[in-house]
């Protein structure tokens, strides 16, 4: 049986993990690097990094691998702390 996925309506919030796994597929694909790719170099199943891109289950060491094999470390940080990145949402001016 074949399920489908429904997206989110746009006024809900995304999750952490969401959010991780759009940021793994925008750093790949700026690096123009194909799933196979980053798997070969992650050490991993082309099958997990799908999973990771699409917000299922990865085990942490794979995760980690992933994350590694595109140039990036995983943080952990307070909820409440702002990053850079995070200031133009902050600050966006009102329309």
């Known amino acids: ?6 997206k989110k309506p746009a006024n809900q919030p995304i999750s ?7 940021s793994l597929r925008a750093k790949r ?15 991993v199943a082309r099958r997990t990094v799908t999973n990771a891109e699409h917000a299922e289950n990865v085990g942490i060491r794979e ?14 940080r307070p909820m409440d702390t702002v990053i850079l990145e995070d200031l133009n949402d902050i600050f966006r001016d009102e329309e």
Do not use: F
Request: hydrophobic content about 45%; charged content about 30%.
């Open 63 to 76: 995760l980690c691998r992933l994350v590694n094999a595109l140039g990036y470390e995983v943080v952990i």
């Open 1 to 6: 049986m074949r399920t489908m996925m429904r």
């Open 16 to 22: 952490n993990v969401e959010r991780l796994a759009e």
């Open 29 to 43: 694909r700026e690096r123009k690097l194909t799933q196979q790719a980053v798997a070969d170099k992650a050490g």
